[in-house]
């Protein structure tokens, strides 16, 4: 009903914001004493009025008809919501100034909430938990990674409302809040407690004489953390490096292409292209790390993951351990409205990788296909599972170690 909503008051925003220019025009005529309110409009201009009459007429209707006195805002701000869900793409939505708020304090890395990070999956549209931060809340209540958020506080959402979701699990450290989740073929719910949540999105140490680095996401203190690795690595002497992509659904591409240009040689790590065919290029420079080196990758790995490794498989610096990613082959932007502090996210581009594929609904084949054992992964979720347990981690150093004997033989 949520949806339902958003898209029959999308009509009201748009027939507002046309007609608002024609109205403008006919009260300056009326305050300088024109004898008619008369406005001219280019064809192109009256053809879109037309196209929305009926929108505006609903909205009279509800201003001069309805039993009460309207909230046009609210009308409004539902218009907005409804406008991106009709595009029918699960990546592009309206943030309202809340919202908004919310999504800079991620990018960030610290928020009021239970400690989750979630990405929509495609199949059906389902908000799906990838990682459960360390010490969060959501892991002390027992939410798992895999786990399907279906509903807040009894409220049901599903991937299309991300944002409102996303929003109403947030709010006062201390309070609480309960989310419904789907675990297989089970439906429960989860008394929360929020707390403040301090995320930092790498993690390394040394397993060996291999240097071992998560990132999470593309953003926050990303590439600082990545970087601090690698000196670190280097520090210690560090004969390879296992870089685990698993589960991290995304982020900044600007974070994606720094991290990449670490471990590149010079050239393309991607391009994009718009609707109209124009293509821009991220590039590395000489400079590359030049050591043996495992990526793991599994089906949550998705957009700016998938960036860095289809890079590293192009280009052959690496090799991708794991399972099949997402297929996120899309760009978003983000547009604030500085009026208000609201906001769109809009899907703008096609991006390929430097073999020119774009993985968009397809994935990237691992080099090395290991699957975790389903018991372990069901108990452990797919990000806590023990390194001893852990076969595509067990795998990804085989592999490293493989590649070091390699070079100490020629």
Do not use: W
């Not at 685990?244 to 720094?258: F, K, M, P």
């Not at 502090?341 to 968009?360: E, N």
């Amino acid at each position: 009903m949520r949806i339902e909503r958003g898209k029959r008051a999308v009509l009201v925003l748009l027939s507002v914001l046309l007609v608002a220019g024609a109205l403008s025009a006919a009260a300056t005529e009326f305050f300088f004493g024109a004898k008619e309110s008369t406005v001219t409009i280019s064809q192109e201009e009256y053809d879109r009025l037309k196209r929305f009459e009926r929108l505006d007429t609903m909205l009279m209707m509800v201003e001069t008809m309805y039993y009460e006195e309207p909230d046009i805002d609210a009308m409004l701000e539902y218009a907005a919501i409804g406008l991106m869900v009709g595009l029918g793409d699960p990546y592009s939505y309206y943030y309202t100034p809340e919202d908004y708020a919310d999504m800079e304090e991620s990018v960030q890395g610290t928020y009021a909430g239970i400690g989750t990070q979630l990405i929509v999956d495609p199949d059906d549209y389902l908000m799906t938990v990838t990682r459960v931060f360390k010490g969060s809340p959501a892991e002390d209540a027992g939410v798992l990674a895999g786990d399907k958020i279906i509903g807040v506080d009894g409220v049901g959402y599903t991937g299309y409302e991300q944002n409102q979701a996303v929003a109403a699990m947030r709010g006062e450290p201390g309070t609480e809040v309960t989310i419904t989740v789907a675990r297989g073929e089970e439906t429960m719910d989860i008394v929360v407690q929020r707390a403040q949540i301090e995320m930092n999105y790498a993690e390394y140490e040394m397993m060996g004489d291999i240097g071992y680095v998560i990132v999470y996401d593309f953003m926050g203190d990303a590439v600082e953390g990545f970087k601090e690795a690698i000196a670190y690595f280097r520090q210690q002497e560090a004969k390879g490096i296992v870089l685990d992509l698993r589960s991290n659904g995304g982020g900044l591409v600007t974070d994606a292409v720094q991290i990449a240009d670490v471990l590149l040689p010079e050239g393309v790590i991607v391009s994009t292209e718009d609707r109209y065919g124009n293509r821009t290029e991220e590039r590395s420079d000489a400079d590359m790390l030049g050591l043996p080196l495992a990526v793991l990758v599994n089906g949550y790995s998705a957009s700016a993951s998938e960036i860095v490794a289809g890079a590293i498989k192009d280009t052959g610096v690496g090799t991708l351990v794991g399972e099949k990613t997402f297929g996120k082959g899309i760009v978003q932007a983000v547009y604030p409205f500085t009026s208000d502090g609201a906001g769109i996210q809009l899907t703008v581009a096609r991006y390929f990788t430097p073999s020119g594929v774009c993985i968009h609904g397809v994935g990237i084949e691992p080099d090395v296909e290991v699957h975790q054992p389903e018991d372990v992964e069901l108990r452990y979720g797919i990000n806590n599972i023990p390194r001893e347990k852990d076969v595509q981690l067990q795998t990804a150093i085989e592999v490293v170690q493989g590649l070091i004997a390699q070079d100490e033989t020629t």
